[in-house]
């Protein structure tokens, strides 16, 4: 069964220290892994994605997030975090032959204070 | 990447009315969805919205409750019926882009009263 894990459901750090928002997954056959964030009153927004190659991907607004396939899971980073990076974040994964679904985590609420 | 309008974006509706949300991309895309969101959870695939064909729906919705239309590869409208509170939600449409990426509209924040 595919499913994706967010296990914390926030996460507070202090304005420029690095933050680690952690995801697992499991997928049949090849994962395509992707994080999202939503701000208040927004939609999803597309923040970086893993298909294939290095296993460090880097995204929108300074983060970047690494894949690591033993131990199936795609933490979101960043070294150094800004208030207005408070947000929900969601990882969501599909498998490689199936671009019908997508399975969604439940989402961490980052909070992040001057 | 993709541009998704939605209309409304919130809306304020009576139990036993219907509300038709409308879903409008810049470009034409194969895969469109809508979702379900309650604030702060995470999101539920209501159905997949099917050019020229039935929506494809998942275990708990109903065409019934919830009929969709695609008329074109750049439009999709949702309509919730016989709405009651536990409707209350946002809705969200998305498309899938060079068969990798998905793509979400801003939303449509309902209310039934």
């Known amino acids: 069964a595919q499913s994706v894990a967010q296990p914390e459901d926030q996460v507070n750090v202090a304005e420029g220290n690095p933050l680690t928002v952690k995801c697992t997954y499991s997928v049949s056959g090849n994962p395509y892994l992707f994080w999202y964030v939503q701000y208040p009153n927004r939609g999803l927004q597309f923040l970086l994605k893993y298909i294939t190659g290095d296993n460090l991907v880097k995204g929108s607004y300074g983060f970047e997030a690494e894949f690591n396939k033993s131990q199936t899971s795609f933490h979101l980073k960043k070294p150094s975090a800004l208030v207005s990076d408070s947000a929900l974040y969601f990882c969501?994964?599909?498998?490689?032959?199936?671009?019908?679904?997508?399975?969604f985590g439940s989402g961490t609420k980052l909070n992040v204070k001057p | 990447s993709a541009v998704i309008s939605q209309k409304p974006s919130r809306d304020i509706c009576q139990r036993g009315t219907s509300l038709t949300i409308q879903c409008q991309v810049d470009?034409?895309?194969?895969?469109m969805f809508w979702y379900r969101q309650q604030p702060g959870q995470s999101l539920t695939l209501i159905a997949t919205?099917?050019?020229?064909?039935?929506?494809?729906?998942e275990s708990g919705f109903v065409i019934d409750k919830f009929p969709i239309s695609r008329p074109n590869l750049t439009f999709s409208t949702l309509t919730v019926s016989n709405m009651s509170p536990e409707d209350s939600s946002i809705y969200l449409c998305?498309?899938?882009?060079?068969?990798?990426?998905?793509?979400f509209g801003p939303g449509t924040r309902l209310l039934v009263l």
């Open positions: 470009s034409q895309v194969t895969m």
């Open positions: 969501a994964v599909r498998a490689a032959y199936n671009f019908n679904k997508f399975y």
């Open positions: 919205a099917n050019q020229g064909s039935e929506a494809t729906y």
């Open positions: 998305s498309v899938v882009e060079g068969e990798e990426t998905q793509y």
